[in-house]
């Protein structure tokens, strides 16, 4: 199992502008994951993207993956109050392995 | 679709009992795993399975038991409860994408606290 490592680990920006956070991985992948937490909840899957895709856009959310670089970053544009909330990255490896979620970037979004 | 069920919500041990946190899904999953989380702390892997009667160790599998004797049940055992196990516990389930684990579908969590 290999663990994802946000940045930063905390964010604050007002409504409406874009928030980028990124994630940095290990070992090779075979898709990497967003996903979302608002407080005491369980996470929430965003996006999945295949380690052959470089983009892929979900309403207000884009991915991009740099499997050089090993390294993968999320925008979300014109953010609101309601994306308060902390986002991880989960690299998916092959069968038998499993995700190892990292701390997370905590994102305030300030109405 | 339930989607990913756990049961109790909220549990209060003494230290020392036992006890077992269930955890269902009826998506036909094959990978199910358990993750813990304290306060202000991403999740930590406690077990995990990828098909029935296949488990294994994940980062902090110390004190805890699994077994999956079905493809819908993923148990998790406290053998001995330790104030350190206080926590909020999260089961999730996933199919496979590729080889690997895809979108994890994460239950409601448990609020364990051990006195």
């Known amino acids: 199992s290999q663990q994802g490592e946000e940045d930063p680990q905390a964010l604050s920006i007002q409504e409406g502008e874009n928030a980028t956070m990124n994630c940095s991985y290990k070992?090779?992948?075979?898709?990497l994951q967003w996903y979302r937490q608002n407080s005491g909840r369980g996470l929430v899957h965003l996006i999945l993207?295949?380690?052959?895709?470089r983009e892929k856009h979900s309403g207000r959310l884009r991915v991009t993956l740099d499997t050089s670089k090993k390294s993968s970053s999320l925008l979300i544009t014109a953010s609101r109050a309601a994306d308060t909330a902390s986002y991880f990255c989960?690299?998916?490896?092959?069968?038998?392995?499993?995700?190892?979620f990292g701390p997370g970037t905590r994102l305030s979004v300030l109405p | 679709n339930a989607g990913v069920t756990q049961t109790p919500k909220f549990q209060v041990l003494k230290t020392g009992q036992s006890m077992t946190l269930q955890c269902a899904q009826d998506?036909?999953?094959?990978?199910m795993s358990w993750y813990r989380q304290d306060p202000g702390m991403g999740l930590r892997l406690i077990h995990y399975?990828?098909?029935?009667?296949?488990?294994d160790q994940g980062e902090v599998p110390n004190g805890y038991n699994v077994s999956r004797s079905t493809t819908e049940d993923f148990p998790l055992r406290l053998l001995s409860a330790a104030p350190s196990q206080t926590s909020v516990y999260f089961c999730?389930?996933?199919?496979?994408?590729?080889?690997?684990?895809?979108?994890?579908?994460f239950g409601p969590g448990t609020r364990l606290t051990v006195t």
């Open positions: 998506m036909n999953h094959e990978y």
């Open positions: 399975s990828v098909g029935a009667g296949i488990t």
């Open positions: 070992t090779s992948i075979n898709n």
């Open positions: 993207i295949r380690s052959n895709e």
């Open positions: 999730a389930s996933s199919y496979r994408v590729g080889g690997g684990p895809g979108e994890q579908y």
């Open positions: 989960a690299p998916g490896g092959n069968y038998g392995q499993n995700f190892v």
